[in-house]
T-cell receptor, first 110, second 116 residues
């Protein structure tokens, strides 16, 4: 599976959009991009995933570049409860063997 | 609430002992995954079972073993425990074993294991 690179930490003001980048330059054509987050020591929570089209759900939007070498997770109106570690994972089709990296620690500040 | 349950929530034991962690997947989910999260190693995938059979193996030690039962619940057995085995152990479930790119896994609240 392709490796991912994320900034170790980011800050965001409450109410603003949080844009979390992820580089996955070695991604192959049948690999999906998944985002999870982990709040404190709770179990990780699925956010969104995509293959090549941009995706949106009630939690977030996922923007994948045309060459698929990077993506951005967007939390449109960050709240204090969005403070968490966000993981970007690239996963082969037909494979649920997820490898979590260090992720990005997002701190939403009032 | 993800619908995945894990017991016990906390476990304190001594080195050399053996423990069993239990996981019940969401209703209808056929796959169960086990992860270990320690302070210095992050979240590490251990093993996956799909409908009773081992599907994928990660960084699982030989002292550790798992199984998935006919009712789809799973147990992770940790033996000859060492201080370094102290960690959070998460179970996750998904509806399938990896087909259709549906990697959406639902995680339980975890079991915190402390080895003294």
């Amino acid at each position: 599976d392709a490796k991912t690179t994320q900034p170790p930490s980011m800050d965001c003001a409450e109410g603003r959009a949080a844009n979390l980048p992820c580089n996955h330059s070695t991604i192959s054509g049948n690999e999906y991009v998944y985002w999870y987050r982990q709040i404190h020591s709770q179990g990780p929570q699925y956010i969104i995933h995509g293959l090549k089209n941009n995706e949106t759900n009630e939690m977030a939007s996922l923007i994948i570049t045309e060459d698929r070498k990077s993506s951005t997770l967007i939390l449109p109106h960050a709240t204090l409860r969005d403070t968490a570690v966000y993981y970007c994972i690239v996963l082969m089709y037909n494979n649920n063997d997820m490898r979590f990296g260090a992720g990005t620690r997002l701190t939403v500040k009032p | 609430d993800s619908g995945v349950t894990q017991t016990p929530k906390h476990l304190i034991t001594a080195t050399g002992q053996r423990v069993t962690l239990r996981c019940s997947p969401r209703s209808g989910d056929l796959s169960v995954y086990w992860y270990q999260q320690s302070l210095d190693q992050g979240l590490q995938f251990l093993i996956q079972y799909y409908n009773g059979e081992e599907r994928a193996k990660g960084n699982i030690l030989e002292r550790f073993s798992a199984q998935q039962f006919p009712d789809l619940h799973s147990e992770l057995n940790l033996s000859s425990l060492e201080l370094g085995d102290s960690a959070l152990y998460f179970c996750a479930s998904s509806v399938d074993g990896g087909a259709s790119g549906r990697g959406e896994q639902f995680f339980g609240p975890g079991t915190r294991l402390t080895v003294l």
